[in-house]
């Protein structure tokens, strides 16, 4: 048995879960921030068989777009203010962390 980690972006959350769903996938939900942008993410949980594990990574990869999005960084311009620099960053996609299960209790 398994035990899937997914940290979503929050944008392709909703359709990663609906797919995980329909294709029969148990997912537990929970809204996460990350530490760079400080926005929204999605971590979903899964208690897989080692037989459904590829089944639902493939889901999880194809409904998880990484895009390009400028967002605006501060810094110092020595003379006691910030100065707003955008720069452009890589967003979305899926972080997967598959761990294995020794025992699964159901109460």
């Known amino acids: 048995m398994k035990l899937l980690l997914a940290i979503l972006n929050h944008d392709d959350a909703h359709t990663v879960i609906k797919k995980l769903t329909e294709g029969g996938y148990p997912v537990t939900?929970?809204?996460?921030?990350?530490?760079?942008?400080q926005s929204g993410n999605v971590t979903v949980i899964l208690g897989l068989e080692d037989d459904k594990l590829?089944?639902?990574?493939?889901?999880i990869e194809k409904y998880s777009n990484s895009r390009r999005?400028?967002?605006?960084t501060t810094s110092e311009?020595?003379?006691?203010?910030?100065s707003a620099m955008p720069v452009e960053i890589t967003v979305g996609?899926?972080?997967?962390?598959?761990?294995n299960v020794e025992g699964f209790h159901k109460f």
């Not at 939900?29 to 942008?37: D, V």
């Not at 311009?77 to 910030?82: I, K, R, S, W």
């Not at 996609?93 to 761990?99: D, H």
């Open 54 to 59: 590829k089944g639902a990574l493939e889901c």
């Open 29 to 37: 939900k929970l809204a996460t921030t990350g530490g760079f942008l």
């Open 77 to 82: 311009m020595g003379l006691g203010y910030y």
């Open 69 to 72: 999005q400028v967002v605006p």
């Open 93 to 99: 996609g899926a972080t997967v962390f598959v761990l």
